[in-house]
């Protein structure tokens, strides 16, 4: 089994569409009871670096999830992986 769920987030972003796709992911891991932890990488440059390196982007933006050290992707693949009901599969858990 891989470590815990951690969705990278930016609580300081002003683009609204950014925004809502963080509170869907919360949303949606929450109502599936999914074990996760949140990380504002405008909190923390350190943050924000370890999220670009797990995703192996040096201009990725949040939201992306990873699972431990293992990348799940960003938000359109976790919206992909919810319709194609395999959440689960995509989360590596």
């Known amino acids: 089994m891989a470590g815990k769920v951690t969705v990278y987030i930016s609580m300081i972003s002003s683009d ?7 509170q869907k992911i919360e949303m949606i891991l929450s109502s599936k ?17 370890k999220m670009r390196e797990l995703t192996n982007d040096a201009h990725a933006l949040p939201p992306q999830i990873v699972n431990g050290d ?3 992707g960003d938000f359109s693949a976790f919206e992909e992986a919810v319709e194609n009901g395999d959440l689960k599969g995509f989360l590596k858990i």
Request: with cysteine.
């Open 70 to 72: 293992d990348y799940c």
């Open 16 to 22: 609204m569409e950014r925004k809502k796709q963080q």
């Open 33 to 49: 009871k999914i074990d996760c932890e949140y990380v504002d990488v405008s909190a923390s440059h350190d943050a924000l670096e």
